[in-house]
Every structure is written in C-alpha cells, then in structure tokens.
C-alpha cells in the first residue's frame, strides 16, 4: 500500500501534430493532483514541436532527440520518473474521463499490487466516439495468458520499483515489447496484479503494432520470440489464439461511453 501515491505518466510522441494536444489535455484535465507528466519526442519533423513548447507549462519533463524507437524512448521516460506509479499515455491516446488517474491510485492506496490494468476501446481516428474495437479485459488468473489472453497494454500501471527490479522494455523487439514485458512480470516473476473493470482508456485506432497486416505478423512472431527470452515453453498453439481472442473485441460494445 502507498500513502500518497505519486504517478508519473509518459508520453511518447513523434510526429504527432495532429492528436498530442488532446492528449496533453487529457492528463492536464485528470482530478488527482500528485502526478508528474513526462514527455519524450523522437525529434519531430512536423509541427509537435512547437504544440509542445506552446505546452510546455503542462509537461514536468521534456526531452526532444533521436531515439531507437518507441521502446527505447519509454525505457527513457521510466528511467526520468520521479512517482512512485507508472503509466504510459500514447501520443493518439486520451483518457477515458477526468477521474481515472484518481481510481488507479486509490488501488494503489487500498491495495499490495505491484500493478494494475483495465479496459480500453479503440475508437474512429476521426471521430472518438465512434467505437471500432472493445477490449474489455477481464481479471486477471494464472495461466490464462497461455491461452492467448493478454491485457490492454495502455492501462497498465505498474510501481517503478517492479522496473527498477526486473528490467524495461527489451528495445531488440520492435512491435511486441509490451507483450514480452506483460509476459515477465505476469507470467514469469508473478508479481502482484489488480483489475479495475472499467474503461480507462480510448485507443485511436492504427497503433504501432496494429497499423498493417505486415506489422501485426510480425508482432505475432515476436511473441513467439518473447517466450524464448523469458525461458518459458510456448503453449501449443499460442501464435493462434492470442489474434483469435481479439476478434470478439469487434463485437462487444460498452453499455456507457463518454
């Protein structure tokens, strides 16, 4: 349990003009007040530069340089913070409502979990209310990502000292780090985890490791990878089920959304 927790949000951006302002937004408009913003740019080439020096009161910690990627660059952000509590806010990402940040921490608060997740929905690119996908997670019980199931990577919170104890992102993986990085500390270390059942988080769809078919290949090949480095025997069939346990995603709908 922490007293006061103190939760540093990181945000990733390059060349993202056209949604790091609603996003900046999103983490300025949260109602619990001891939170720290980090943003970490890859060097932009379009006008998010000067969004975020427009910005810049609104961001506790800034940094704009060539990176390695987008791991490399979360891996900078983790080693900058100062909370106790840590999440990733994506730069076409926004938070569900002004109160969500205030529910993580009174699990943190009430609770020994050294992380939690919850739900997210991706939504239109254009229009954020339109739903296209509903992740709906569910909690959390061992062995189930065996079977495919993963959680939102977006909505998950964990204490920095998991990090400092166990590792960051392995950057040698491009689309499948969050996967690796879920798969270590869930599945391998067993660490503490907490679910809150609701929708913390609206995806803009087109993510890194979603934005083609090519990609999503790929990331499926690197989870194959990710249980090598972590020493641990595939489940039969895993490249399978994980992209399977998605399509259900399509068709659920969340009964609210702001």
């Not at 999440?87 to 940040?101: E, K, T």
């Not at 998950?156 to 104890?165: D, G, L, P, R, S």
Request: charged share 30%; aromatic share 12%.
């Amino acid at each position: 349990m922490i007293k006061n927790p103190k939760i540093s949000i990181i945000t990733v951006s390059y060349n993202s003009q056209c949604t790091i302002k609603h996003t900046i937004d999103s983490f300025s408009s949260q109602t619990y007040k001891n939170k720290e913003y980090i943003l970490i740019d890859g060097a932009s080439k379009d006008w998010t530069l000067d969004i975020l020096d427009f910005k810049k009161d609104e961001i506790d910690n800034f940094v704009s340089e060539p990176d390695s990627g987008i791991y490399d660059a979360m891996n900078k952000g983790i080693k900058a913070a100062n909370g106790d509590i840590v999440g990733i806010l994506n730069s076409d990402d926004f938070y569900y409502n002004q109160d969500v940040l205030s529910k993580v921490a009174k699990v943190f608060k009430d609770t020994d979990c050294d992380c939690l997740y919850g739900d997210l929905v991706f939504v239109n690119k254009v229009n954020a209310r339109k739903i296209v996908r509903y992740w709906k997670s569910g909690k959390f019980e061992k062995n189930l990502i065996k079977k495919g199931w993963m959680l939102p990577h977006p909505t998950f919170f964990v204490k920095k000292e998991i990090y400092q104890k166990y590792g960051l992102y392995n950057t040698n993986l491009k689309s499948a780090a969050d996967y690796e990085m879920i798969l270590r500390l869930l599945h391998k270390e067993k660490i503490i985890v907490e679910y809150i059942p609701e929708i913390l988080i609206k995806m803009r769809v087109g993510g890194e490791s979603n934005a083609s078919i090519l990609n999503r290949l790929k990331g499926n090949n690197e989870d194959n990878i990710a249980w090598d480095l972590n020493g641990l025997k595939k489940p039969p069939f895993i490249r399978f089920l994980k992209p399977f346990r998605k399509i259900f995603q399509f068709f659920r709908k969340p009964k609210f959304l702001n």
